[in-house]
C-alpha cells in the first residue's frame, strides 16, 4: 500500500478527517516548521490529507499498537495523534543522551514513557560514564568545524534543493512528501553564518571572572543554546512561544543580565546553521558570556550557580554536579527526577526572583541522590543495537519485545 497514492488521493479531493477536530489541526500545523511556512487554508489540507493516508493504514493493518521514530514533523505527529484518538497504545523514540540507549516519549510533547526499572550495575555503569567533565553526547555528528566543511555543507544543501525539486516533478510528489522537510530542519544554508572566533569570548573564563569582580553578588546564570529547529523546541515546550527562538532567547538573555550573568554556549552541532545574528546579538549584550561551541559544557556548569534551558543533556550534566536546574519545558524525562523549577515563558519579568530562590533552596545530590536521579532517566529508555551505521537507532530485541507487549497490553488486547 502505497502512503503518497493515498495521501495524493485524499488531497487532490480535498477530504477531510472525521478524526481531528479544529484544535487537532491547529496544534499540528502550529507545531511544524513546514505548515507554519506555507499558506494556512493549504497546510490544514495537507494535516487532514495526511491523517486520512495514515488512518487507511492503520485501518487496514488493524494493529495493537504504534510505535514511531520521532522525526519533528507533522507526519509523525499526526500518527501520535491518531493513535490517542483510536486508544491505542503508542511509543515514539528517538536518539538517546545516555550512550547505548534511545530516549522513548509517551507522545509527541516529549513526555517520558516510563516502564522499565534498571539494575543497580546499569545504573553504576551509566552515571560513572557520563560522569567525567570531558563527556559530551555526540549522537554520532562529529565534534570539528572548518570553513572547508561549512562550504561543503551550504553545497550540498543547495544540491539538495535542486534534487528534491526534480524528484518531486518526476515522482509526481509535488509536496515532497517523503522529503519536503529537509529545507526546514539544520541546515547549513549561508556562507555568512560560518561560526567565526568574533562571535565568541576571546577567553571565557577571564570574562566571566571580570564580570563577577564588577558584579560579585550577581548569579551565574548558564544558558546552553539548543539545537534548533528539532523536537526539543518545536513539540516539547508546550508554550508556543519558543518557538521563535530567536527572539526568545534574546529577551531572557537581556532580562536576566541586568543583575545577573548570563553564560551562553552555542550548541556543537549548531555550527554554521545558526542565523549568527542571534550569536552576534548576545556577544555583544553587558552581563553576557558567550562561550566558542568546542569548550566543554560541564566545563561551564562547574562555573555557574544554576543551569537554565528548555530539554536537552544540561538538565542532567547539571544535577549530577550538584547545580540546581531552571526550566522552561516540564514534559523532559529528566524534570521529574531532577527536582528542576519551572520557570513560565509568559512571565519572563519573575525569572531573576524565582532562579534566585531556587538557588538559595537547592540542596546538591549525594552519590545516591544521584543514582536514584540516573535510574530515573532511565526509567525512559530502552538499550540500542550499537555498532549499527544507520541514521536511526535500532532497538534491541530483548527490550523490544517485552516492550510491545506491554504497549499491546495497554489497548486491553
Known sequence: MDTRSQFYKALDAGLRSG?????????????????????????EKLVHAMAIALAHHIDAFRPDALISQMVDEYVSHTFAVLAKKRSLGYLGYCAGYFPGTSLLL???????????????????????????????????????????????????????????????RVEKDPWNLHYRVTPYIAERRHLRDFPGAGLFSANWQADLDALRQRRPD??????????????????????????????????????????????????LHMMGAR??????????????????????????????????LGSGSPGIEATIRGKPVVTFCDTSYWYAPSGATFLDLAKVEEWPARIAAAIHSYSPLGIEGQRRFIAGCLEASTRVIEGKTTIWPVLDAGDLVPLLTRLAAADGR
Open 19 to 43: 478524526e481531528l477536530d479544529a484544535d487537532d489541526v491547529a496544534e499540528i500545523v502550529d507545531r511544524c516548521r513546514l505548515l507554519r511556512n506555507v499558506d494556512r487554508a493549504q497546510a
Open 106 to 168: 509517551a507522545d509527541p510533547h516529549g513526555r517520558p514513557y516510563n516502564w522499565r526499572a534498571a539494575d543497580d550495575l546499569e545504573v553504576s555503569e551509566r552515571l560513572e560514564r557520563v560522569s567525567g567533565v570531558t563527556f559530551r553526547q555526540t549522537y554520532n555528528l562529529g565534534a570539528g568545524y572548518s570553513w572547508g566543511r561549512h562550504l561543503k555543507s551550504v553545497l550540498r544543501y543547495r544540491v539538495k534543493l535542486l534534487w528534491f525539486a526534480i524528484r518531486g
Open 218 to 267: 550577581a548569579k551565574i546564570i548558564y544558558m546552553p543554546l539548543s539545537y534548533f529547529p528539532e523536537s526539543t523546541i518545536d513539540y516539547w515546550v508546550l508554550d508556543r512561544r519558543m518557538i521563535d527562538y530567536a527572539a526568545m532567547i534574546q529577551t531572557i538573555a537581556a532580562t536576566l543580565s541586568r543583575d545577573d550573568i548570563v553564560v551562553v554556549k552555542e550548541h
Open 275 to 308: 542565523d549568527t545574528n542571534l550569536l552576534k546579538a548576545l556577544n555583544g549584550m553587558e552581563g553576557v558570556v558567550s562561550v566558542p561551541p568546542l569548550e566543554l559544557s560541564n566545563a561551564v556548569v562547574a562555573r555557574s550557580d544554576t543551569v537554565l
